[in-house]
C-alpha cells in the first residue's frame, strides 16, 4: 500500500506517467548478425514457418551496413489443404500495442527478382489482433499489404456489414462517391474492402470485391502504390483499429501520403485479444517456387517523426 501511495504521489508530483512497454521507440536496422535488442523483433518456429529462412546480409541493403533476407521455399504437401508458406518476423509479445491505441510503423521492403506475377495468394505485411485460446473463428488480417498478378494493394478488414450494393460474383463492382470495394463473407462475420492499389492495377484485378460499403472512407492523396519492381519501398503506416467506426489508417510510401482510411477498421468478436501486432515477411498460399523479399529500418512508435520527417506528418 505504501509503495502504491509513492507511484501515484510521483505522478502527481511530477504530472508524467510512466511509460508502458508499447510506448518504446522500436528501431532495428539488420545491420549485426541477429536481431538488435533495440527492435523488439523475433522470427517465430513452427510448422508453417518451416519453410521460411532468415538472413542477416550485407549485399542488399537500403540504409547503414546490411539487412534482411527472408525467402520461403516450397514445403507445403499436397494432402494439407490450407497450407500456407510463411518466413515471418513479429513484434516480441511484450511490446505489443492495444488494441484501441495508435502507433506508428515503419519498414522498407524491395522485392527480389523474379517479381511473382501469377494469381495467387502474397503478403509483405500484415497487422492482426490478438486471438485469445478457445476463441472460435479464423480473423484475417485488420490491414495487409499484398500482391497478385505481380501488383501490390492494400485491404482494410473488420466484421461483417451489409453492403450498399452487391453484383455478381467474380466481377469487380463499380462503387460510387463515398463507397469502398467489399468481399462480404457474413457466414464468417468479416468483410475485406480494397483501399489502394499501385499504378498496373486494373479494375478486373480486383473481382473478389464484387460489393460496395460506406462502413470507411477512404481519402485518396492522388499517390499510387509504388510498383514492386522499383526497388525499395519506404512505407510508415499509422494503426488504430476501431471496429466501431472509430478505426484511422494513415499509409505513407517512398516520403508520399497514399491514403487516409476513417471508419469500422478491426474485429470485436468474442474471444479476441486486448492488443494488436505486426507481422512482416514473405507469406503465402502453397506455391512451387522461391520468393525471397529484402527488409531495412524498422521502426515503431507512438509518435510520428520517429518513423516520418515531421514536416511530413499529418499529425504529431
Given at each position: 500500500m505504501f509503495r502504491t501511495a509513492l507511484i501515484v504521489a510521483s505522478f502527481f508530483i511530477t504530472g508524467v506517467a510512466a511509460a508502458q512497454p508499447w510506448e518504446t521507440k522500436l528501431f532495428d536496422g539488420f545491420d549485426g548478425q541477429d536481431f538488435s535488442p533495440d527492435g523488439g523483433l523475433y522470427y517465430r518456429e513452427n510448422f508453417e514457418q518451416s519453410a521460411g529462412t532468415v538472413e542477416f546480409q550485407s549485399s542488399v541493403k537500403r540504409n547503414g551496413n546490411g539487412g534482411l533476407k527472408l525467402s520461403v521455399v516450397p514445403t507445403c504437401p499436397d494432402s494439407l489443404d490450407g497450407c500456407?508458406?510463411?518466413?515471418?518476423?513479429?513484434?516480441?509479445?511484450?511490446?505489443?500495442?492495444?488494441?484501441?491505441?495508435?502507433?506508428?510503423?515503419?519498414?522498407?521492403?524491395?522485392?527480389a527478382d523474379p517479381v511473382p506475377s501469377g494469381d495467387h495468394r502474397y503478403l509483405v505485411a500484415q497487422w492482426k489482433r490478438e486471438i485469445d485460446p478457445g476463441a472460435e473463428g479464423d480473423f484475417s488480417p485488420f490491414l495487409a499489404l499484398r500482391m497478385n498478378f505481380g501488383k501490390l494493394f492494400a485491404t482494410v478488414e473488420t466484421n461483417y456489414i451489409a453492403p450498399v450494393s452487391t453484383g455478381p460474383d467474380g466481377v469487380a463492382a463499380a462503387c460510387g462517391?463515398?463507397?469502398?470495394?467489399?468481399?462480404?463473407?457474413?457466414?464468417?462475420?468479416?468483410?475485406?474492402?480494397?483501399?489502394?492499389?499501385?499504378?498496373?492495377?486494373?479494375?478486373?484485378?480486383?473481382?473478389?470485391f464484387n460489393a460496395c460499403t460506406d462502413a470507411i472512407t477512404v481519402t485518396n492523396h492522388g499517390n499510387p502504390l509504388?510498383?514492386?519492381?522499383?526497388?525499395?519501398?519506404?512505407?510508415?503506416?499509422?494503426?488504430?483499429?476501431?471496429?466501431?467506426?472509430?478505426?484511422?489508417?494513415?499509409?505513407?510510401?517512398?516520403?508520399?501520403?497514399?491514403?487516409?482510411?476513417?471508419?469500422?477498421?478491426?474485429?470485436?468478436?468474442?474471444?479476441?485479444?486486448?492488443?494488436?501486432?505486426?507481422?512482416?515477411?514473405?507469406?503465402?498460399?502453397?506455391?512451387?517456387?522461391?520468393?525471397?523479399l529484402y527488409y531495412d529500418d524498422f521502426r515503431r512508435s507512438p509518435r510520428c517523426a520517429d518513423v516520418l520527417p515531421q514536416e511530413a506528418c499529418p499529425f504529431p
Open positions: 500456407s508458406e510463411r518466413a515471418e518476423i513479429w513484434e516480441k509479445t511484450a511490446l505489443r500495442v492495444p488494441y484501441d491505441q495508435g502507433v506508428w510503423y515503419g519498414f522498407s521492403v524491395k522485392f462517391p463515398g463507397e469502398v470495394p467489399v468481399w462480404g463473407r457474413p457466414s464468417v462475420n468479416q468483410m475485406r474492402m480494397l483501399v489502394a492499389a499501385d499504378p498496373a492495377w486494373k479494375a478486373d484485378d480486383g473481382n473478389l509504388p510498383d514492386p519492381k522499383s526497388g525499395w519501398i519506404d512505407f510508415a503506416i499509422y494503426t488504430k483499429p476501431g471496429a466501431d467506426g472509430t478505426g484511422h489508417i494513415e499509409l505513407f510510401a517512398n516520403g508520399k501520403p497514399i491514403i487516409a482510411v476513417k471508419g469500422h477498421i478491426g474485429h470485436a468478436d468474442k474471444g479476441l485479444g486486448h492488443n494488436q501486432y505486426f507481422k512482416f515477411g514473405p507469406y503465402r498460399a502453397a506455391d512451387v517456387t522461391d520468393w525471397t
